[in-house]
């Protein structure tokens, strides 16, 4: 640190390494804000940036009328991407390889491409395609999003439930049934902060950045289905194995 820097990094260094290092283990209570001034010998607002920069970079979190804590260590299950893709949902068999139950509810409707789906989907802009949004669930308590999104005129050969539970036949099964061969499938995965909605159904706590994949099934050269799943950066790491093409 320099002399210019501002004072609550002081403060945000010190505890950082504390953390760092274990002095201030997982679940320990970190001090009070009047504590930190007079520790530190710093303002109030000082002390509060502080503690906000910690929570925001996920080292700690806030109880409503009990303080700062050190965020537990999150256990990281493997969500594999090249495996079990014609499961009726890959998700649960990732779960249930780890020994923990699976559920997930879906709804369906109609929408017209906008011109991002358009370009993803390589259709005219407002063609209609079916959109099915999906929560994964791990014993009860959401954990996973996605919503999908496929060409209309390849499910009219084929009844779509508007929605449900469970139960629903893998994709590679329907586009089966409608005599589409999927040939290929490509993802793209970047880090994004999560949406408030998405905060808020995933229970995320503040600091966590969620795994945006962007996954498209192809059939040759025409992508036949593409989908968006939103995935805690705190609670899955993904698994993939790379074909040698031998």
Known sequence: MTGNDPVYLRVVEELRGQIADGTLPPGAPIPSRAQLTQRFRVGETAARHALRVLAAEGLIVGKVGSGHYVREKSVLHP?????NIDHDAPFAADMQAAGRRATWDWRTDQIKATRDLARRLSLPELTPVIRTRYVYRTDGKPMQLATSYEPADLTRTHSTPEEGTNGRKSLLSRLSAAGVKVTDIRESVHTRVPQP???????????????????????LDRPVETSDVVIPGNRFRLVYTVPLGV
């Open 197 to 219: 909605h998405e905060s808020d159904l995933l229970d995320l706590p503040t600091g966590v950045h969620v795994l945006h994949v962007e996954r498209t099934h192809w059939s």
């Open 79 to 83: 969500l594999q991407r090249c495996r």
